[in-house]
């Protein structure tokens, strides 16, 4: 079935430094990647579409230059959280789009996370 | 606007007894509905999907939902629960002329099922 290997699982970082994510499909393409933010106890909230050699598309409210994404293949998207705050800390989530899935069809296939605790 | 309620914070059920975590959704014409399931520090699980076709959609684990278009409802069920089925339960749903491919999530049905 479709995998989607989110690294790393866990986080630590102190407050100012950046801190990389990287998620990747592993058995298919993925022209479109999300990337969303998840607080304890409470729902997935979408913070940027990924597309593959193109700009991302962030959501309302999502800093563009706090939350750096870049899709530079098919197979891999990275969310870079610059100069971390410990408001910052959180569980980020990436999903993936297999790009064979007729438009709109398709399921949406999700790492396992990460969890960001910056001190 | 599309838009996901999931009405229930939690739903509690015993082992054996049949289980539904209910979803109503609302969206310019015709939905695509997705059941996700996630454990903890977990990322989510995709459980079943309607696109179209037959209203009653089957999916993994035992899993089935309910798709009624004059409700706009698209309810989970299980016909007996297991204590392994305690997760958290997210609805999603994107409109089928929605060329962005997002999935906008309910906030989420915590299911807890007592041996």
């Known amino acids: 079935g479709a995998v989607v290997s989110q690294h790393p699982s866990w986080v630590i970082c102190k407050s100012g430094t950046s801190v990389k994510i990287e998620c990747r499909s592993l058995d298919f393409q993925a022209t479109t990647m999300f990337w969303y933010r998840q607080f304890p106890k409470q729902s997935l909230m979408l913070m940027a579409t990924?597309?593959?050699?193109?700009?991302?598309?962030?959501e309302q409210g999502v800093e563009k230059d706090k939350f750096l994404i870049n899709h530079a293949s098919l197979t891999l998207s990275t969310l870079t959280v610059t100069s971390a705050h410990p408001e910052d800390s959180s569980f980020y989530i990436c999903?993936?789009?297999?790009?064979?899935?007729?438009?709109?069809?398709?399921?949406?296939?999700f790492g396992e996370g990460s969890r960001l605790t910056v001190l | 606007a599309q838009s996901v309620a999931q009405p229930e914070d939690q739903v509690n059920v015993a082992e054996g007894n049949p289980l539904t975590v209910k979803c109503t959704y609302s969206?310019?014409?015709?939905?695509?509905l997705f059941w996700y399931v996630q454990y903890p520090n977990r990322g989510l699980q995709f459980l079943l999907k309607?696109?179209?076709?037959?209203?009653l959609v089957k999916g993994s684990y035992g899993f089935e939902a309910e798709f009624n278009k004059s409700q706009t409802s698209f309810h989970l069920k299980k016909p007996s629960a297991l204590v392994s089925d305690s997760a958290l339960y997210f609805c999603a749903v994107r409109g089928w002329m929605d060329s962005s491919y997002k999935l906008i999530f309910g906030s989420g049905t915590r299911l807890l099922v007592r041996p």
């Open positions: 309607y696109i179209t076709g037959d209203n």
């Open positions: 969206v310019s014409g015709n939905p695509y």
């Open positions: 999903s993936a789009r297999d790009r064979r899935t007729v438009k709109g069809t398709g399921e949406l296939f």
């Open positions: 990924s597309n593959e050699g193109s700009k991302a598309t962030y």
